[in-house]
């Protein structure tokens, strides 16, 4: 069945330093989507990619859709506390998402 | 514009109890998914409703199951509770559920099963 993979499952990274979470699916995705969990809260949808290699930035945050469209990642530039968070891809085919397993991020200042 | 409500927030139950979680979607949203959230699992979709019909469905057990009004409201049930049903249960709505649309979630219902 459909599966999306995301890596890493934590990071721990000093305030100031890039962090990069990846998502594969194991099929070819419409389209991708973002959100970012804060503790104790719910999904917040950041961003949409659709295009095949599409790249957007928001900010520090660059989001990229791979080429075969089965693969994506979200970098973050020179983190902030503010961004403490689970990161979650959601691939979609047809009208159904298949979320990743999230990426957890914590910030050290 | 007032965002997904859902409600109770949280929720203790025993084994073999059933319990209806609602969810109130944004005002002019059609689709409502469902979504079960475990540490282990992580976010896993139990389905997903427009205009009162079922459109798509995870892999869950006939015991969970749901149905939504006409006024887009949606409820969801879990009957004979396992210790496994322990999760965080979210909605999420949005216009028309194309995947394409942005999905807004709601707060979610903690549910502990003991």
């Known amino acids: 069945g459909q599966q999306v993979m995301q890596i890493p499952q934590y990071q721990h990274v000093q305030e100031g330093e890039d962090f990069t979470t990846y998502c594969n699916s194991s099929?070819?995705?419409?389209?991708i989507q973002w959100y970012k969990q804060r503790p104790g809260g719910h999904p917040v949808f950041l961003i949409q990619?659709?295009?095949?290699?599409e790249v957007k930035k928001q900010k520090r945050l660059t989001f990229q859709f791979g080429e075969a469209k089965k693969n994506s990642s979200l970098h973050i530039t020179a983190t902030q506390t503010t961004d403490v968070g689970t990161y979650f891809c959601?691939?979609?085919?047809?009208?159904?998402?298949?979320f990743g397993t999230g990426t957890s991020l914590t910030v050290i200042p | 514009k007032a965002g997904v409500t859902q409600t109770p927030r949280y929720l203790i139950k025993t084994r073999g109890q059933q319990v209806t979680l609602s969810c109130s979607p944004i005002s002019g949203h059609r689709s409502v998914s469902w979504y079960q959230q475990t540490p282990g699992q992580g976010l896993q979709f139990l389905f997903e409703y427009f205009s009162e019909t079922q459109r798509n469905k995870g892999n869950f057990p006939g015991r969970f199951s749901g149905r939504q009004f006409s006024n887009s409201r949606s409820e969801m049930n879990v009957s004979t509770l396992e210790l496994g049903d322990s999760a965080l249960y979210l909605c999420?709505?949005?216009?028309?559920?194309?995947?394409?649309?942005?999905?807004?979630f709601g707060p979610g219902t903690r549910l502990l099963v003991l």
């Open positions: 999420a709505s949005s216009w028309a559920g194309t995947g394409q649309e942005t999905q807004y």
């Open positions: 959601a691939g979609n085919t047809g009208n159904q998402f298949y």
């Open positions: 099929t070819t995705l419409s389209n």
């Open positions: 990619l659709v295009k095949s290699g």
